[in-house]
């Protein structure tokens, strides 16, 4: 862009902003003629509308030493009892009366006359007068006239008893601009001496009630009103939620007791302090009751964002491991070591310690960061909060890429996955989540000059004056507000928020490591495979154990067939020799059932004994 076309579109904008800040800056830039005495409309003969002079309805009542603001006696010169204003604050959280402070605006149409009044003297009817009016001025002869515009005269009858009493008193509702009020109590026609009152009167908008005649007409309102803005805002938030999802990964990642108690803490406060506000607001933009489910479906459409997954990156520190003796604090075992005779030792005076006493210390360094995939490949790292939440919509969120790597580890327990990092690397990884970072306003986007050339005056100015209108965007917010819609508050916090857009900038993330060698994963690698070989080793020997328990169970079964035989061989020779039964001599003979070679040997004796007869 050029220098004329920078100047231009400078131009623009203070244009821009010069129309959007005059209806605002209107309403308290004093004119011309304001330098002038003002004066009262009786002293310059000026005909003022309305039945009171201003200067009456300006008049406060007499308040009693260490009363609440809005009391003031009753009863003649001699007092005898007191009345006072209360009211109820218009929110729905509040149901108690209050006393009227001094210059309070009164946004509820009720007000109450409280009295605490003894004896007959002051008990009776009164009644209250209340005059609502509009400050304004106007030039007579040169000389500026101020006086009390658009008067409305209200009156209404109370009754004070005896004791403690109070009266209600439903007050004119006024929803389009604040309006002063001034009430005093008459008596017979005559006025209360002190009794006087002043107050601004400014209705809620939340009881202004709606038009509906007919059964039509309320399903018509409640039609245009609730049900159609109530799908667009399901469906609009839904749609933003997915695409906050594609930029951001994740939402600010705060459980649902959190958004809770965020949310009732702040619906409190805005019932609280922001009713008559929020009201206003509701009341001007009817739609905003079925908008209101825009958020609620945009929450509720973070909550589905993807699974986190949880990524170890390892870093081994090989050249930092250590071996130190238990109970050692890393220092030089040898250095402390002496002969008897006193003297430093030498090397060949070196010490032998067994190797059971020493431990190995190895370090590590090890970073876990949560991750998420993204729609279009990869995974992004998002931070959990509200400001990283909002810098990754409007920056790039840091993207992890490990599709380049040649080994995965697995993981199983608080890690899914487990990345090892270049042991000569600083640290395991570097990750900068993407952050919002100040800026001044406006004066950040002064183009650079040039190389030998400056900007000129004028530009500079012009982005002075700019960056100057933007930092007071919270006070002409203040006053557009209120005379828009006389919701100051309202104004200046759009004003607040406008302000913050330009103050902040979003960074980008990143992330980067420096994957291990592969010697290195595969040396882990071979660790793996010869564990898995120990442990088939371990196997095939716990089988031959076996095989050969068998096997020495067969040669000892065999051996003590062959010492039973050659028993029983033994002992038929001595009976032959002998010709004794040895079973009557109490030699018992293995008590084993006979085999077959004690079969075959009995045939053969019994073949003899039958030759011999």
């Known amino acids: 862009m050029n220098r004329g076309a920078t100047v231009a579109a400078v131009s623009l904008a203070v244009l821009l902003i010069g129309m959007t800040a005059t209806p605002a800056l209107a309403a308290v830039a004093p004119t011309d003629t304001a330098t002038a005495q003002v004066e009262n409309a009786s002293e310059t003969g000026f005909d003022a509308p309305g039945p009171f002079d201003i200067n009456e309805l300006r008049t406060g009542g007499n308040q009693p030493s260490a009363a609440p603001p809005s009391v003031r006696y009753v009863g003649g010169e001699t007092a005898a009892g007191t009345v006072a204003i209360r009211h109820v604050p218009a929110d729905p959280l ?39 009016w509009k400050p304004e001025t106007e030039t007579v002869n040169g000389s500026t006239i101020e006086y009390a515009a658009e008067q409305e005269v209200q009156r209404a009858t109370i009754d004070i008893e005896s004791g403690y009493a109070s009266a209600p008193i439903a007050l004119n509702s006024h929803y389009d601009a604040s309006w002063e009020a001034t009430m005093w109590l008459e008596r017979d026609g005559e006025l209360v001496d002190g009794a006087r009152w002043r107050f601004t009167h400014e209705s809620a908008p939340a009881s202004q009630q709606v038009q509906i005649e007919t059964q039509a007409d309320a ?109 050692d604090d890393g220092t030089d075992p040898e250095s402390d070591v002496v002969p008897d005779g006193g003297e430093t030792a030498t090397a060949s005076d070196r010490i032998e310690i067994p190797d059971e006493g020493y ?116 006070v002409i917010g203040w006053y557009a507000g209120g005379t828009v819609m006389n919701t100051p508050t309202v104004g200046a916090g759009v004003g607040l928020v406008l302000l913050a857009v330009e103050s902040y900038e979003a960074v980008d993330g990143s992330i980067d490591f420096v994957p291990a060698p592969r010697h290195d994963i595969t040396a882990d690698g071979s660790l793996t495979v010869l564990q898995t070989e120990h442990a088939n080793a371990r196997t095939i020997e716990d089988f031959e154990e076996i095989a050969w328990n068998e096997r020495m169970t067969t040669a000892m079964e065999a051996r003590d067939i062959e010492t039973r035989r050659d028993k029983s061989t033994v002992l038929r020779f001595l009976e032959n020799e002998l010709g004794l039964d040895l079973d009557v001599e109490d030699i018992d003979e293995p008590d084993t059932e006979p085999t077959d070679f004690e079969f075959e040997d009995k045939g053969r004796r019994d073949a003899a004994e039958g030759d011999d007869d």
């Open 94 to 132: 509040s149901n108690e009366p209050v006393f009227l402070q001094r210059g309070a605006t009164l946004n509820a149409d009720e007000i109450e006359v409280y009295s605490t009044v003894f004896g007959e003297e002051a008990t009776g009817e009164y009644e209250a007068v209340i005059v609502y």
């Open 359 to 474: 431990h190995d210390e190895l370090y590590e360094d090890m970073s876990i960061l949560t991750t998420v995939r993204a729609p279009n490949g990869g995974r992004l790292l998002p931070k959990k909060g509200i400001r990283p939440f909002f810098a990754r919509l409007f920056a790039s969120a840091a993207r992890l890429d490990l599709s380049d790597l040649r080994t995965k580890v697995k993981v199983s327990g608080s890690v899914s996955e487990k990345v090892y990092t270049d042991p000569e690397a600083d640290v395991a990884v570097d990750h900068k989540p993407a952050y919002l970072r100040r800026r001044m306003p406006v004066w950040h986007r002064l183009p650079e000059p040039d190389e030998g050339e400056s900007l000129s005056p004028v530009t500079r100015g012009l982005y002075g004056l700019l960056t100057a209108a933007t930092l007071a965007l919270p």
């Open 219 to 327: 399903w018509w309102y409640a039609f245009t009103t609730v049900l159609i803005p109530g799908i667009a805002g399901i469906i609009g938030g839904l749609s933003g939620a997915k695409a906050t999802l594609k930029l951001a990964g994740t939402g600010p990642r705060y459980s649902l007791a959190t958004w809770g108690i965020v949310s009732g803490f702040g619906v409190l406060m805005a019932l609280a302090g922001l009713y008559y506000e929020v009201s206003t607001v509701v009341a001007n933009f009817d739609i905003l009751l079925g908008l209101s489910l825009l958020p609620i479906a945009y929450g509720g459409g973070l909550r589905m964002s993807p699974p986190t997954e949880r990524i170890a990156f390892e870093r081994k520190e090989l050249s930092s491991a250590l071996s130190l003796r238990r109970g």
